[in-house]
């Protein structure tokens, strides 16, 4: 097991993503991972905030891929895949992944995932996968409208030793078999809320009606409009489901 092999716990802290690229710098090997029980500036895409209360699961792993660019990006696409696997061992239940990044149960988002890869010379160095889990967070400490917990929607406690353990077992198998070269591809689409969905995607002022069709090799969202032209969407886009189980892209341009 090389996720987890190393677990650096913690109480509260700033941010985890944090931690683990202050401790990469420092040369810690690949697998460490840092969890903390709350953290006061969680952070999620493009500057916004990941509100992290306690009860929630807070953690980053420090990666070391020796992959192309393009495989990166895929990775931090298909990450939300062992953690949606995860809540759904524990919680029996089935979660949808909001592309790029959100897991939902029953419509709400519980997990998060934020990736962040640091550099050197225009090569990457090393990733921080960072995963925020609302497990048993009190829905009332979460300011965000969509957010949800798995204690709330689940109705029970969840045992957060046993889901670490899970949710550590599935981003290893995950991270192990993508290094070989496996993508899960099909299974990613199993759980997607946004591939074959009728979509809407904003793109600042104009708005694009179409069909989520695919992932891209490197993880971008490939939709058709309504009037047959095809997009790419990368992974600074945001997808919002409307009414219709539709999707729109918040912020960013289409390319
Ligand atoms: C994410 O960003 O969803 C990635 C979140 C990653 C958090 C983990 S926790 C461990 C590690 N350390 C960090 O500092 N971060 C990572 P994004 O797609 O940008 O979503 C952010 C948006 O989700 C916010 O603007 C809110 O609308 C909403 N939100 C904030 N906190 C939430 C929560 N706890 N549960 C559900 N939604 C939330």
């Known amino acids: 097991m090389l996720v987890g092999r190393r677990v650096l716990v913690k109480g509260e802290v700033d941010s985890t993503n944090t931690i683990a690229k202050a401790l990469a710098l420092e040369g810690e090997p690949e697998g460490t991972v840092i969890t903390a029980t709350r953290q006061s ?124 353990n899970v949710l550590l077992f599935k981003l290893d198998d995950f991270y192990s078999r993508f290094k070989k070269g496996e993508r899960d591809l099909d299974l990613y689409e199993r759980y997607s809320e946004s591939l074959g969905q009728d979509i809407e995607v904003r793109l600042g002022d104009q708005k694009v009606r179409g069909k989520g069709m695919y992932l891209d090799a490197d993880g971008s969202l490939v939709f058709r409009s309504d009037d047959g032209m095809v997009y790419r969407a990368t992974s600074v886009h945001d997808v919002v489901p409307l009414d219709r189980g539709q999707v729109r892209f918040e912020t960013g341009n289409v390319h």
Not at 82 to 95: D, S, T, W
Not at 101 to 117: C, I, P, R
Not at 149 to 159: F, N
Request: charged content about 25%.
């Open 41 to 164: 500036g969680g952070r999620g895409r493009t500057g916004r905030i990941w509100e992290s209360p306690e009860g929630g699961v807070y953690l980053s792993v420090i990666l070391r891929p020796d992959l192309p660019a393009q495989d990166l990006t895929l990775l931090t696409v298909l990450s939300c895949l062992p953690v949606a696997q995860a809540i759904e061992e524990v919680c029996r239940a089935v979660p949808r992944i909001k592309w790029p990044n959100d897991v939902k149960l029953e419509g709400k988002k519980v997990a998060g995932v934020l990736v962040e890869t640091c550099y050197r010379g225009g090569e990457p160095r090393f990733l921080v996968m960072g995963v925020g889990v609302n497990l048993n967070t009190d829905p009332a400490t979460l300011t965000a409208p969509e957010a949800g917990s798995l204690r709330a929607i689940c109705g029970k406690d969840i045992d957060q030793e046993h889901f670490l």
